[in-house]
């Protein structure tokens, strides 16, 4: 119980904080969309940005503790997708949506500040090497996936499907600030005193902005949809995928115990808002995402607290 408290309902809090400026016309819906443009946009990619910089490259990109969160994770959207398709009798594109959202754990704004509360700031090494890899890899693979199931019996050509998918990864903000992250620490390009400071004060607004951000984007949500399919879906994100990852990293791989806090807490994180983005950008899917957003959310509370018992 002291976890829960000390732990998990502070980030929370801050998510509460955010729904009810929203909820009771404090915001309207254009000051919540600019908190989360400047979180989403600019302060998380800084935030991404010094937290490469930080990084022991070799110590925290360590292949079994990509190999246990990545596997799960695949296993979570392929669960959900072909319950979708063949369960559900979904067409391939909402399909795709619906398993993105069994896909994109909350990595960076929940992930982030609930491992860092449980375990200290020493311990996100792990967690920041999973999120390197996060938006590119699930935003390739769900782009190229949806694409090709767009694009069945259009003919549209090899080459322009992988340019689209390009394009479209390199200009992720959060892809953005971890290359430059990479490129100025392999580099070894020095960067003036007063810059980094500068860079340092944006970072630490990351996190706060992104949660109360978030809350005020969930009054918009009305749980809605195929409440079996929601269902099935808060089982993978937020045991399916963490359960896996627990048993391979602990059992298969024999993770550190550092890194398997990292790859479990990460995963048992709910879908992020990015998982709604992508079905509401492709228009496919959008109901049963945002719906699945809020409720496992909600949900996540306890999941969290369980998670946190049991890992070592």
Known sequence: MQALLDVILPVFVVIGFGYIARRFKVFDDAA????????QNFAAPVLLFTSILKLDLAAAFQPALLLSFYSAAFVSFFTAFFAAHLAFGRPLTDSVAI???????????????????????????????????????????????????????QGMGRGKLVLHIARTILLQPLVFGITCGFLVRLTGVPLPGALLSGVQMVAVTAIPAALFGLGGVLVRYRPDGDFR????????????????????????????????????????????????????????????????????????????????????
């Open 229 to 312: 399919l929601i269902a099935l879906l808060c089982g993978c994100s937020l045991v399916l995928h963490p359960g896996l990852t627990y048993v391979t990293g602990r059992f298969v791989l024999d993770l550190p115990v550092p890194a398997l806090r990292s790859a479990v807490m990460t995963a048992a994180m709910a879908p992020g808002v990015n998982a709604f983005v992508f079905a509401n950008f492709y228009g496919v899917g959008k109901r049963v995402a945002a719906s699945t957003v809020l409720i496992a959310t909600g949900l996540s509370i306890g999941t969290i607290w369980v998670w946190l018992h049991i890992l070592p």
């Open 32 to 39: 919540v969309d600019g908190v989360m443009r400047y979180a």
């Open 99 to 153: 398993g993105f959202v069994a896909l994109f754990s909350n990595s960076l704004l929940l992930g982030v500040p609930i491992t860092e509360r449980a375990y200290g700031p020493e311990a996100l090494a792990g967690n920041f090497a999973i999120i390197a890899m996060h938006s590119p890899l699930f935003y390739g693979f769900g782009i190229a996936l949806m694409e090709w199931a767009r694009a069945r019996g």
